[in-house]
């Protein structure tokens, strides 16, 4: 044992948001992750300290561009971080995307906040950060690592990214450390996506390493097949067209929103969809990361590639990207045929209350789920079957047809966790961003069968690798 080599989990411990892990080896210390915590009562841990000296920190090495993994990053710059962000070309521009966003949805909260008199956190009314905070941290990121390089991070430290196939961009990353003549390895895996999905190649299998920090966000079910749920899509569509009503998809502006449009389009030449549809893409976060990954085809897999030299394989029939406010609203006065895609994926926010507050009490409308819906969201309440809920102060029945379809995950499930994973001797596991009860406690029996070591760490728990 080498009492200079630790590993703490100062996110995602026992819970699914706020990934940060630190590494110290000898007098280095590395950050990989630096998480938003996410939804209801989490979001007070965000102005909580970090358990770690962010001046401290020489590396951040950031697996992907969700906010659940970057978004403390302006606040990580805030108090004292001046070291340099590594992260694939991909990553870096979505995560200035995802992290501006972030910045001005903040400043709202915040003033909002202020206005009601509420308090948020031990700082009182602040932002977790500004928009002047993102934009700084933004100058810290350094050259974009590619896929499959071996980089010097740090003195006795070296990282390698590999695919993990969950969102443009993201990776697992494996350090390989070394102190006073000891060598150990530890694999990050990030978010793990699911293998066969259109866009991104699978995700690449997880190589030897001593030592494992795996994610386990569905460890504990299997997703239905995605051939069944496009197939399942197509149908929702076109039952809600036959009464004559909208599709409303909530969405997430990373990855799904540009997954949806790539299965109208496929769906629309294959005679599976009407040519004469309305698609909107009602989310300038979501326009700008569509074009983020027309400039990325570094991340494409081979199929895909092939489909974007025949043509744009997101250009769904009448698809239309509405930035303005304006051109959001007009979509409120088509009653039926249309497709409208709009965030946020859990409904917490963002232009797709208004579509909810013009659809769901429509029984000719449909509202279709197509991504994780956490507790205590408003997504989570219609798609459990709330008869009304309440929109900007407003009830409204829901009488719109709700379709849930769970098998366009962009996380891999309990199979394909464990096929990642495979069978090479380990150390030990840690598991991470997982429901501790759920996914974390299902995967450690898994792996408990397999005769694999595994620990759940605690929040800021400092573990010294055997
Ligand atoms: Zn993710």
Redesign the pocket.
Known sequence: MNPRMVYSAHGAAKQVTGSCHLVTCGDTRILVDCGLFQGGNHHDLNFDPFGFDPASIDVLLL????L??CGRIPRLVRQGFRGRILATAATRDLARIVLLDAAGLQEEDAARAERSGQRRGEQGNGPLFTLDDAFYSLDYFDKPVAYGQTIPVAPGVTAQFLDAG??LG?ASILLTLEDRGQTRTILFS??IGNPHRPILRDPTPAPAADYVVM?T?YGNRPHRSLPDSVDELYRAIRETFARGGNVVIPSFALERAQEILYYLHRGAVEGQLPQNMHVFLDSPMAISATDTFRRHPECFDKTFLAQLREGDPFAAPGLRFTRDTAQSMAINRIEGGAVILAGSGMCTGGRVRHHLKHNLWRERSSVVFVGYAAEGTLARRIVDGARAVRIFGEDIQVRAQIWTINGFS??ADQDGLLHWLGDAPRRKVFLVHGEYERGMAAMTEQLTRKGIPSQVPGMHEPILPA
């Open positions: 697996t992907h561009a969700h659940d993994h969950h969102i993201s990030g978010d994610d966000t962009a996380h």
